[in-house]
């Protein structure tokens, strides 16, 4: 009965100083207030995109052609396209699409990453190296062109954008997972779980990826603003969305033709694009020293 009670003090322990370093890294979350501010705009923006096409009543494909290139008013926000189409509507959506595109994109290359890495570092030996040179080997390789190449071999498909940026973004990740899960094998829990006769597959998944979470969550979130950019360069040479679909991108490579005669046109996506990245890079740095203290002391 002592040793079962040790056992299931042991449980509650580890649980509350876990939950206790997720509280103490919100509380300094939230002492850092541009990373604070950052947060509550990328939610409103996150808000706005998904329920704001619910919303209004103009449909960002809806076209006037008697209304073309109209300025910002009461009628039309942010004005209208060449077609006629209110451009706060559109911007709305393609604010939905650039970041579902940024996120499943993120989710693709965090799954990709994390596994490849962990395994390749809890592996060690021979199978490390010739695993970390392959990743060497596809970083020299020029990611633009590949995924071009991709959408060429494969169709321009909205599924396919993400999945074949996701496809080239895990590198980074891969290597950083690798970085940790070589320091955390030598740990002592770890050896203690492989003494008790834990097999490898319930020490990497219940013992070691529970503690690659933090560099996780602050890759993901500086991972998905380089996706969102990346998806721009698509959409300026023309391999992006397809209309009549927009993406923040897509609407800033529009408006930069239309610029002389209508600057609204690429001002207002512009804004949303370059104030959603800035949002993003303050609260990964802001969770980058939240989770790691001694990172913000250096």
Same mark, same amino acid.
């Given at each position: 009965?002592? $040793? %079962?009670?040790?056992?299931?003090?042991?449980?509650?322990?580890?649980?509350?100083? *876990?939950?206790?370093?997720?509280?103490?890294?919100?509380?300094?979350?939230?002492?850092?207030? +541009?990373? /604070?501010? *950052?947060?509550?705009?990328?939610? +409103?923006?996150?808000?706005?995109?998904?329920?704001?096409?619910?919303?209004?009543?103009?449909?960002?494909?809806?076209?006037?052609?008697?209304?073309?290139?109209?300025?910002?008013?009461?009628?039309?926000?942010?004005?209208?396209?060449?077609? =006629?189409?209110?451009? @706060?509507?559109?911007?709305?959506?393609?604010?939905?699409?650039?970041? !579902?595109?940024?996120?499943?994109?993120? !989710?693709?290359?965090?799954?990709?990453?994390? /596994?490849?890495?962990? &395994? *390749?570092?809890?592996?060690?030996?021979?199978?490390?190296?010739?695993?970390?040179?392959?990743?060497?080997?596809?970083?020299?390789?020029?990611? &633009? $062109?590949?995924?071009?190449?991709?959408?060429?071999?494969?169709?321009?498909?909205?599924?396919?954008?993400?999945? /074949?940026?996701? #496809?080239? %973004?895990? +590198? &980074?990740?891969?290597?950083?997972?690798?970085?940790?899960?070589?320091?955390?094998?030598? /740990?002592? @829990?770890? %050896?203690? !779980?492989?003494? +008790? =006769?834990? *097999?490898?597959?319930? $020490?990497?998944?219940?013992?070691?990826?529970?503690?690659?979470?933090?560099?996780?969550?602050?890759?993901?979130?500086? &991972?998905?603003?380089?996706?969102?950019?990346?998806?721009?360069?698509?959409?300026?040479?023309?391999?992006?969305?397809? !209309?009549?679909?927009?993406?923040? =991108?897509?609407?800033?490579? %529009?408006?930069?033709?239309?610029?002389?005669? #209508?600057?609204?046109?690429?001002?207002?996506? =512009?804004?949303? @694009?370059?104030?959603?990245?800035?949002?993003?890079?303050?609260?990964?740095?802001?969770?980058?020293?939240?989770?790691?203290?001694?990172?913000?002391?250096?």
């Amino acid at each position: 009965m002592s $040793i %079962e009670n040790t056992k299931v003090q042991n449980l509650i322990s580890s649980s509350t100083k *876990s939950s206790s370093l997720w509280r103490d890294a919100w509380i300094r979350l939230r002492a850092n207030r +541009l990373a /604070a501010l *950052s947060l509550f705009f990328f939610v +409103l923006v996150s808000i706005l995109t998904i329920i704001g096409p619910e919303i209004i009543s103009t449909s960002y494909d809806e076209q006037d052609l008697n209304n073309t290139f109209a300025a910002p008013g009461s009628t039309h926000l942010f004005g209208t396209d060449n077609l =006629g189409r209110d451009l @706060f509507a559109r911007v709305l959506h393609g604010g939905r699409i650039s970041l !579902a595109v940024g996120f499943l994109a993120t !989710a693709v290359s965090l799954i990709i990453g994390v /596994a490849y890495g962990m &395994t *390749s570092g809890y592996l060690g030996g021979k199978m490390d190296a010739l695993m970390m040179r392959i990743v060497d080997i596809l970083y020299s390789l020029p990611f &633009t $062109i590949f995924v071009i190449l991709l959408m060429v071999l494969f169709g321009r498909n909205f599924v396919l954008l993400f999945i /074949a940026i996701g #496809a080239v %973004e895990w +590198l &980074t990740m891969a290597r950083i997972t690798r970085g940790q899960t070589l320091s955390l094998k030598q /740990a002592e @829990f770890i %050896e203690s !779980a492989r003494a +008790l =006769g834990y *097999s490898h597959k319930r $020490i990497l998944f219940r013992h070691i990826l529970p503690n690659l979470i933090g560099p996780v969550i602050v890759y993901a979130t500086l &991972t998905v603003p380089a996706v969102m950019l990346l998806e721009a360069v698509l959409s300026f040479l023309g391999l992006g969305v397809q !209309a009549p679909m927009s993406s923040w =991108g897509s609407l800033i490579k %529009e408006g930069s033709e239309k610029m002389d005669i #209508a600057p609204w046109l690429i001002f207002f996506p =512009g804004l949303f @694009f370059s104030l959603t990245l800035l949002a993003l890079n303050f609260l990964g740095d802001g969770l980058r020293d939240a989770l790691d203290p001694k990172s913000a002391k250096d």
